[in-house]
């Protein structure tokens, strides 16, 4: 294997900042369409919110990379796409961009745990007033949202280092 070939570039110039700023929001679109054009054939929708849980990692780790108003277009392309009410993303992830906001008031400095709290219980919070916005109540859904969240939470990790790693190729500049 040459030296080219390695992932070991300290001295490469950063992305351009424009790039650099697209970068989150074009993740987190991706991931909303990734969840719509899976091919997943299940009797079940457990296809957990993969924007949303990339939305909160951007917002949790890169606290600077998204503005505060990111959430509401994100959200109308989300419904969009999943074919959920509209608007229904569009305020529930502006809901949990508000709620953070008031939760980094609070504390001072945050561990990648007390991340992965805030963030499911934002994730928790999203798909139950997700099914309480777009389904009957008397449908009996509720032990599938809750394989779903409990996906989405796990998925929460794996999401994080997907951000690390997507905003370390940023640069110092973005």
């Known amino acids: 294997m040459s030296r080219n ?12 900042p424009a790039h650099a700023r697209a970068l989150p929001w074009a993740s987190v679109m991706g991931a909303s369409a990734l969840t719509a054009v899976i091919p997943v054939v299940a009797s079940l929708p457990l296809m957990p919110p993969l924007g949303l849980v990339l939305l909160l990692t951007w917002r949790l780790l890169a606290r600077f990379s998204l503005r505060p108003w990111a959430a509401a277009p994100l959200g109308l392309f989300d419904d969009l796409l999943s074919g959920q009410p509209l608007g229904s993303a569009m305020l529930l992830w ?6 953070i ?10 561990d990648f745990w007390q991340d ?8 928790v919070f999203c798909i139950a007033a997700g099914r309480w916005i777009a389904v009957p109540l008397s449908a009996h859904v509720d032990t599938v949202l809750l394989a779903q969240a409990m996906i989405a939470v796990m998925l929460f990790p794996l999401s994080a280092r997907l951000v690390a790693w997507i905003d370390r190729k940023r640069g110092p500049a973005a």
Do not use: K, M, T
Not at 101 to 110: F, S, T, Y
């Open 5 to 16: 070939s390695i992932d070991y570039r300290p001295f490469q110039p950063a992305l351009p």
């Open 94 to 99: 502006s809901l949990c961009f508000i709620a």
């Open 101 to 110: 906001d008031l939760i980094e008031q609070r504390l001072v400095a945050r």
């Open 116 to 123: 992965w709290l805030i963030a499911s219980g934002a994730i």
